[in-house]
């Protein structure tokens, strides 16, 4: 291949979240994409109650096109892989009759579904895990075996693929909403005179350290903390979970829970807030919070970030980690009490620059020079 461009292709999206109001990796790559291409974003996860077997649905984004299919195969997981990769050949057959087009590249973030992308007949053949998952090793090696070429964002994620296929790592990206974020009013929920430290992720997520969560807001009472992100089933979540630590939380006086809020309008919210904060636990889960979307946003703001153990982010000079979650509390407690240390205009620089480096655009650039040395 002498020259390749993500200009005027035919590309399919194979996402394991739906289309909605929240916007994670697999989106904001459909986004960005669709501004020069155009672009089919399958939920792969398939739909039981679907009268018809395909359903296309406009996503209210030029080029971008949603497409839910109904779910045929029962007890998959039960199955060999070749059986269901047979399975899945004519449920690939229905999609590509629907779009009616050549496809130049089929890009899949899903780890369970879709094993061959070969079915696809697409000139370029891309796997791209951004998530720990159950996923048997066996299946999403055939996935990338059918590949031409896999990308990720933490290591932990490709440890178990077998596969001579070529990997490289590709950090969560910045959409562009967060580069020039559109102003808004100053949300009710941000306090004068506080502390307002934010908080953006799914709080239904199995991985959060709710006994060090609670504890750092209860010990932090005169400061201001806002959880946004989903806290009951939503496009990125599945059945509703920790529905009592969440009410615990909201009960408190210090706290705001917002519930989900659209990329554009959470990009215009985060510059009001003072510093950010994760907490998932780390120990029981250091593979699945190796590394999170959310904090490329947060870096974005300059703001300083309170975190758990993160690996694939090692430079001190980006997140406030702790070396256990029982700190974090304290650390908040510190950092609120002295920010102007740690806003001076070369931390808030790195930061800024940091999450620059990798916005979509940019990931799609160097995505194209790789796929120059490999397809």
């Known amino acids: 291949m002498k020259e390749f461009k993500f200009e005027n292709k035919n590309i399919i999206i194979l996402s394991p979240e739906k289309w909605g109001k929240n916007h994670i990796s697999k989106h904001h790559y459909a986004k960005e994409l669709a501004k020069n291409n155009k672009v089919w974003f399958v939920e792969s996860c398939g739909e039981k109650n679907l009268k018809e077997s395909i359903v296309i649905l406009n996503s209210e984004i030029q080029n971008l096109t949603i497409i839910k ?3 045929t195969i029962k007890g998959r997981r039960f199955l060999p892989n070749i059986f269901v990769s047979f399975l899945e050949k004519s449920i690939v057959k229905r999609i590509l009759k629907k779009i009616d087009v050549e496809i130049d590249v089929v890009w899949s973030f899903d780890q369970f579904r879709f094993l061959n992308l070969k079915q696809f007949d697409a000139k370029i053949k891309i796997f791209h ?28 994620i490709v ?18 909403e967060f580069i020039n974020p559109k102003k808004i009013n100053k949300p009710s929920y941000i306090i004068e005179n506080k502390i307002n430290v934010g908080y953006v992720g799914n709080l239904i997520n199995s991985f959060v350290d709710w006994e060090n969560l609670i504890k750092t807001v209860k010990e932090n009472d005169d400061i201001n903390f806002v959880f946004i992100g989903p806290i009951h089933k939503s496009n990125i979540s599945g059945k509703s979970k920790n529905q009592e630590k969440i009410n615990e939380l909201k009960a408190l006086k210090n706290v705001t829970l917002t519930g989900e809020i659209e990329s554009k309008r959470l990009a215009g919210i985060l510059g009001y807030f003072d510093m950010f904060w994760l907490c998932y636990d780390s120990f029981l889960f250091k593979k699945q919070v190796s590394n999170s979307h959310k904090i490329i946003e947060y870096l974005s703001t300059g703001k300083p970030i309170v975190s758990n153990k993160i690996k694939m982010y090692e430079n001190p000079e980006l997140l406030i980690q702790v070396k256990s979650n029982t700190e974090i509390s304290k650390i908040i407690r510190k950092i609120s009490g002295n920010l102007s240390a740690y806003n001076v205009e070369d931390k808030k620089k790195n930061r800024i620059e940091y999450a620059h ?7 799609l650039s160097t995505i194209a020079n790789l796929l120059l040395n490999h397809v």
């Open 69 to 71: 299919y109904k779910q």
């Open 129 to 156: 895990p951004v998530d720990i998952t159950n996923s048997p090793s066996s299946q999403k090696s055939m996935i990338a075996n059918s590949s031409d070429i896999i990308f990720h964002v933490s290591d932990y």
């Open 159 to 176: 440890e178990d693929i077998i596969t001579k296929k070529p990997i490289y790592f590709i950090q969560h990206g910045l959409s562009e």
């Open 357 to 363: 480096i990798y916005t979509y655009k940019k990931n």
